[in-house]
């Protein structure tokens, strides 16, 4: 794409979007993803709304079509069949009316509603107010769950059941607590992303057995959430997660003003104290990052990855966090071609090609950028921002990109990195 002009990669984005478009949702790319996927389409949504109010709105009209009764949005919802993917709807075995999976994703929904609203409202899109509420009304109702759910005993902290919760499968984050989760299964796993991907950049044979254990654990449990949260070998309390719902309630808690009851806007605001509360009791000093708590061995999760800085989208840090966290981003930035890595160089867990354990995500540095940003980190945000617009201006619209390189990596024509491009180029 080194030849086009800023106009010709614009249009590229967008032709991105409509060839993923299965009628109102997109695809994150054809055959290897071939469904809706939850926070893929939210951050897809956040794209739309800059050119087209209207088809954002549908995006997330048609997310929560797969939205549960108890609030839970899954992370994919199956609204066709297809056999280029593994687990299918058949593994996964939930009785919702269009077939999802049973576990869910980071819920960056309500802070792309907030702006799908904001540019509708500017675009004097009819319906606006209609639509923005009852999405808002699915997104309180997501933050419920979620509190219900995954918050039991009130720590502050959503826990994440299933490594694929998380977003970042393979993360070393996880290796210890999915090392304790055995590898045999009742279902038989037959993988297709190798036959999509070189297996060299996909997560191994041995995270699926595991990934698989969990999924048959849990479909044992009837999707039942109590007895998920009891009978869970896979538990943690983690930041990323907590950090992504502390700030989509914050984005609801402004919609609110407007769409929300008095009794709405005080729980809201009761949620994100107990989120902010939870998220900074796990900051580090030592460690110039904060942590992810392990439910089960109790003990801090210290693999250092972006999770680690994902607090920043939602906390205000002090001078001396402020300070530690951007010297500490500064340093995984340093000898690589695109930061931020998902997991950083020095550590020995990284691998710059394999999936999570080191490539550069854009909707990662996305949100670090934004979460800078909020923290008065304004020239860092602008490099990562930079350098992630320049490892897609060369490489393409690629799922993730070696950060020692700037290859670009995994699927191609990939719609939230076509979404990160026209947000982060403006
Ligand atoms: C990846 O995850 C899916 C499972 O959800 C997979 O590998 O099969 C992750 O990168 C996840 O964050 C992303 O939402 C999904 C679709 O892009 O792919």
Request: overall charge negative; proline content about 6%; hydrophobic content about 40%.
């Amino acid at each position: 794409m080194n030849d086009m002009t800023r106009f010709d990669r614009d249009e590229a984005a967008r032709a991105i979007l409509a060839r993923n478009d299965r009628g109102g949702y997109t695809v994150p790319t054809d055959r290897l993803y071939p469904f809706q996927w939850n926070w893929d389409s939210a951050f897809v949504a956040i794209g739309f709304a800059l050119f087209d109010a209207d088809r954002a709105y549908r995006e997330l009209e048609r997310l929560v079509e797969g939205q549960w009764d108890d609030g839970m949005i899954p992370h994919i919802v199956f609204h066709a069949p297809s056999d280029t993917y593994f687990p299918g709807p058949e593994v996964w075995g939930t009785r919702h009316r269009i077939p999802t999976s049973g576990i869910t994703q980071p819920p960056v929904f309500g802070m792309a509603l907030r702006q799908v609203h904001e540019a509708a409202v500017k675009a004097g899109l009819p319906q606006a107010q209609e639509r923005t509420s009852a999405l808002f009304q699915a997104a309180l109702r997501s933050h419920r769950w979620w509190l219900r759910a995954r918050d039991p005993d009130s720590l502050g902290l959503v826990a994440i059941l299933h490594p694929w919760e998380s977003g970042s499968d393979n993360s070393p984050a996880w290796d210890v607590a999915l090392a304790r989760v055995p590898t045999t299964t009742t279902t038989t796993i037959r993988r297709k992303d190798t036959g999509h991907v070189d297996a060299a950049m996909r997560p191994r044979d041995e995270d699926y057995q595991r990934f698989i254990h969990l999924v048959d654990t849990y479909r044992d449990c009837g999707w039942d959430p109590q007895r998920q949260w009891a009978a869970a070998p896979f538990k943690i309390a983690d930041v990323q997660m907590t950090a992504i719902l502390a700030r989509a309630t914050a984005d609801l808690m402004h919609l609110a003003e407007t769409f929300g009851s008095a009794e709405e806007r005080t729980e809201l605001s009761d949620i994100h104290r107990r989120l902010l509360d939870g998220l900074a009791r796990r900051w580090r000093p030592e460690l110039s990052r904060f942590v992810s708590l392990d439910l089960i061995s109790g003990e801090d999760v210290d693999a250092p990855t972006q999770a680690c800085f994902m607090p920043l989208v939602a906390l205000r840090l002090d001078d001396v966090q402020r300070k530690a966290v951007t010297a500490e981003i500064e340093r995984w930035h340093q000898g690589l071609i695109v930061g931020l890595p998902t997991t950083p160089s020095f550590s020995p867990a990284f691998e710059p090609k394999r999936y999570w354990r080191g490539p550069v995500w854009a909707v990662v540095n996305w949100l670090i950028a934004d979460g800078l940003r909020l923290n008065g980190a304004e020239d860092l945000a602008r490099r990562i921002e930079q350098g992630t617009v320049g490892a897609i201006e060369r490489a393409g619209f690629c799922e993730y990109f070696d950060p020692t390189t700037g290859e670009g990596l995994g699927g191609d024509a990939f719609s939230w990195t076509a979404a990160a491009y026209m947000v982060l180029r403006r």
